[in-house]
């Protein structure tokens, strides 16, 4: 499975942005798919969860109210459209795919793409 995310940048804080992600190879439209973060010094945090439909979310008390996740199965690519960025959001952030459908759980995605930058401004 290869994934490509794109859409990041510098924005200031109280913007918005919104991530892309495309899913190539061997992929399930059933499967879990997700968006990680990490910051400068800092662990990768798991931040959205979306089950297979999009019907069961999962969302990071940190992005929770702000950020919002979707996916087209159809296209096998999955969206993070974020407000009112705050500072503390700036991070790399990857798209994921899980290996179960526990789309609310960090160790089920096995599979990140390369990820892209997010970088807010104060």
């Known amino acids: 499975v290869q994934l490509q995310a794109s859409g990041g940048g510098l924005v200031q804080a109280g913007g918005s942005l919104r991530l892309s992600c495309v899913a190539s190879?061997?992929?399930?439209?059933?499967?879990?798919m997700g968006w990680f973060r990490q910051a400068p010094g800092k662990e990768r945090e798991f931040i959205v969860g979306?089950?297979?439909?999009?019907?069961?979310?999962y969302y990071a008390d940190s992005v929770k109210g702000r950020f919002t996740g979707s996916r087209d199965n159809a296209k096998n690519m999955v969206f993070l459209q974020m407000n009112n960025l705050k500072p503390e959001d700036t991070a790399v952030y990857y798209c994921?795919?899980?290996?179960?459908?526990?789309?609310?759980?960090?160790?089920?995605?096995?599979?990140w793409g390369q990820g892209t930058l997010v970088t807010v401004s104060s």
């Open positions: 190879g061997r992929t399930s439209s059933r499967a879990p």
């Open positions: 994921a795919v899980a290996g179960n459908g526990r789309y609310y759980s960090a160790g089920a995605y096995n599979y």
């Open positions: 979306l089950s297979w439909s999009a019907g069961s979310t």
